[in-house]
């Protein structure tokens, strides 16, 4: 079975925590991505960054892009999967917290990025769909 090492997108680029929304706007702009990982200063992941974030945290509440930084917007412990699970597991861990993207670490270090059309494309149909409902689901 196909591991997240396999059927990541390598090279995900993190914002990093002290840059501010309107920078990670336009690095999301640059890449063509809803989504980044929030890094500190020691490259360790924090959390994720999600264009919905910037407008329900950000621009609906009056706060300024300019001066607000992305590392005030990860909440709680990011969500990732080890570099060696396997899509099943992958699948499991985007249904178990309604995601449809994972950081993939190695160690502590972030690789990549695995999107729930990369795992679509790894498995059967079946198990995708079970994921599919779960993350549409209340």
Not at 69 to 89: H, Q, S, W
């Amino acid at each position: 079975m196909s591991t997240a090492r396999e059927i990541m997108t390598a090279g995900a680029e993190c914002v990093q925590a002290e840059e501010t929304v309107l920078e990670a706007a336009e690095k999301m702009a640059r890449l063509d991505v809803g989504s980044l990982p929030i890094c500190g200063s020691d490259d360790r992941l924090q959390g994720m960054l999600t264009d919905r974030d910037i407008v329900v945290k950000v621009l609906a509440k009056g706060k300024d892009p300019k001066s607000c930084l992305a590392g005030e917007l990860g909440e709680g412990k990011p969500v990732t999967i080890g570099a060696d699970d396997d899509a099943r597991e992958i699948l499991r861990t985007m249904a178990s917290h309604k995601v449809r993207r994972l950081p993939v670490i190695d160690g502590h270090t972030l690789i990549g990025m695995v999107a729930l059309a990369d795992v679509a494309r790894a498995l059967p149909d079946a198990p995708v769909g079970d994921l599919l409902d779960a993350l549409t689901s209340d």
